[in-house]
């Protein structure tokens, strides 16, 4: 069997991610939005409108396309509580934690970036 990944309603085969890993990783991240989701996930579990606050002007349309996205992509964990309310929780996967010291390169280069321009 063929490993699989859903890209919206697309179902793409891993043979069909690109050669390079760079392109791979943008391919999972590029969007701005993932990127400060799994900022803000890094620390820990968190509920949509947790997310939502954290995050700044997203509109709640584009938080929930880009956790769908990321859960069906295998970098975020979806939980429901059976409550009245229901409760959902979003948190990083193993995979999702492992971008870790990707996101943690991007803040010392955007700090050092900022330092520069300053000087």
Known sequence: ??????????MTTL???PACPVETT???????WK?????????????F?????SIGHISQKVLTA????????????????AEVPPRVEYSLTDTGR????VIDAMWSWGEAYKADRAA
């Open 26 to 32: 943008l391919t999972l991240i590029s969007d701005k």
């Open 66 to 81: 880009n956790l769908r996205q990321m859960e069906s992509d295998g970098l975020v964990r979806r939980e429901v509580f």
């Open 49 to 53: 409108s947790e997310l939502r606050r």
């Open 1 to 10: 069997m063929i490993p699989t990944i859903m890209r919206g309603a697309i």
């Open 98 to 101: 492992s971008l870790k010291p």
């Open 35 to 47: 990127i400060l989701i799994i900022r803000d996930l890094l620390p820990g579990t968190r509920r």
């Open 15 to 17: 043979d069909s991610l």
